[in-house]
């Protein structure tokens, strides 16, 4: 597998700051709250129709909002055959714990930057941070200050690259509308275009309020994996670290663990479906000989564990529990090396269910 073999599927990757008017209690992992706000600004931002109904909607192919939440099968792909939903262009997630909360002195931002169940307060936190910190452990959410910044990395992909100015416009009407169930208000910040090579580059500033067009334009998930594999050891073992809980189903029923080759096709599937769905094509593998090998990995240790999730769906009306693993697994095995690009593609797309909201996001270490 080489980087090549990713190059039908176009891509760009920003980051989001949003600084806050007031004070806010947010939850920790903030990609849930961050999507539904998003989508319901979205809607009201490009929506024309009185009913708001997009399943009776005469423009519904063309708008942006259910390209990006109701995105339909293609008809004919057998990949999706049977069913009605496909997966959607864009992977909205939020960066570690310190750069996703900034305060405005960084310590009280900063006092929680340790996974749950370590939580410390950094050395030099002032009494501000202390208490953050106390308030995360005892209701599960983040306590930010007026001033302090959040921030998050949304992915739009194939067609959605050319909706971002629509994007950066309904981010900045959901900013004003407030997040969190006390409907804090935020301003948006600035947006930055993250490169694979040179870093970041602002695009739009809440001081112009402006973006150029040259800002939209997308790359390739090939110039991603190139890059990512430059900085990867070619070697037969790997270790991987899952960020935010990944929910991988087997004949319906949820892993707690995750073998090499489970992880395999699981990446393969999503990619394929991306690429046939949003790229100028399918990819072209051969992938029962690439389950096979990946098979043939073995797994040499694993520290993964559970972790439950809980998210209120406003479509349901219900809290609907969405645990999955985190942690970390190593492999061992020649067939390794193959697999690296792919794995480096699923650092940025993710993988498994919710992906959208930020779940199943991994690194390679």
């Known amino acids: 597998m080489r980087p090549e073999t990713f190059s039908t599927l176009a891509l760009s990757l920003q980051r989001f700051r949003l600084r806050a008017l007031?004070?806010?209690p947010l939850p920790d992992f903030l990609g849930s709250t961050l999507r539904g706000a998003f989508g319901h600004a979205l809607k009201a931002a490009v929506c024309v129709?009185?009913?708001?109904?997009?399943?009776r909607c005469i423009v519904a192919e063309r708008c942006t909002y259910p390209h990006l939440f109701e995105t339909t099968a293609p008809q004919g792909l057998r990949l999706l055959r049977?069913?009605?939903?496909?997966?959607?262009?864009?992977?909205l997630s939020t960066p570690p714990s310190d750069a996703t909360f900034a305060g405005g002195e960084e310590a009280a931002g900063l006092a929680c930057a340790l996974p749950r169940g370590d939580r410390q307060p950094l050395p030099g936190a002032g009494r501000e941070a202390l208490r953050a910190c106390?308030?995360?452990e005892r209701t599960g959410r983040r306590r930010v200050a007026a001033g302090d910044f959040v921030a998050f990395d949304l992915l739009l992909l194939g067609r959605a690259v050319e909706c971002l100015p629509y994007v950066v416009y309904a981010v900045d009407e959901m900013a004003r509308r407030g997040l969190g169930v006390t409907r804090a208000r935020f301003a948006l910040e600035d947006v930055s275009a993250l490169d694979?090579?040179?870093?970041?580059?602002?695009?739009y500033s809440h001081t112009t309020r402006r973006m150029a067009a040259s800002d939209c334009e997308p790359?390739?998930?090939r110039d991603y994996v190139r890059a990512r594999l430059e900085q990867l050891h070619d070697a037969r073992t790997l270790r991987l670290r899952f960020l935010t809980p990944t929910r991988i189903r087997v004949e319906g029923d949820l892993q707690s663990g995750l073998t090499f080759g489970l992880l395999a096709r699981n990446l393969l599937r999503r990619v394929s479906l991306l690429s046939a769905v949003h790229g100028r094509a399918p990819l072209a593998l051969d992938f029962r000989a690439l389950v096979e090998r990946a098979e043939g990995v073995e797994t040499r240790a694993s520290t993964l564990r559970w972790q439950d999730w809980e998210r209120y769906s406003n479509r349901q009306?219900?809290?609907?529990?969405?645990g999955g693993f985190v942690g970390e697994v190593e492999y061992d095995g020649e067939a390794i090396r193959d697999f690296l690009p792919l794995l480096a593609a699923g650092e940025i797309l993710h993988v498994g269910?919710?992906?959208s909201f930020g779940l199943g996001s991994y690194e390679v270490l």
């Not at 009306?317 to 969405?322: E, N, V």
Request: one cysteine or more; aromatic letters at 4%; charged letters at 20%.
């Open 196 to 203: 694979e090579r040179v870093g970041a580059s602002q695009v």
């Open 219 to 221: 790359k390739s998930l």
């Open 22 to 24: 007031e004070p806010a």
């Open 49 to 55: 129709m009185p009913h708001r109904d997009c399943a």
């Open 82 to 91: 049977g069913q009605s939903q496909a997966p959607h262009p864009f992977v």
């Open 353 to 355: 269910a919710g992906t």
């Open 317 to 322: 009306h219900t809290k609907m529990k969405l």
């Open 134 to 136: 106390a308030d995360f």
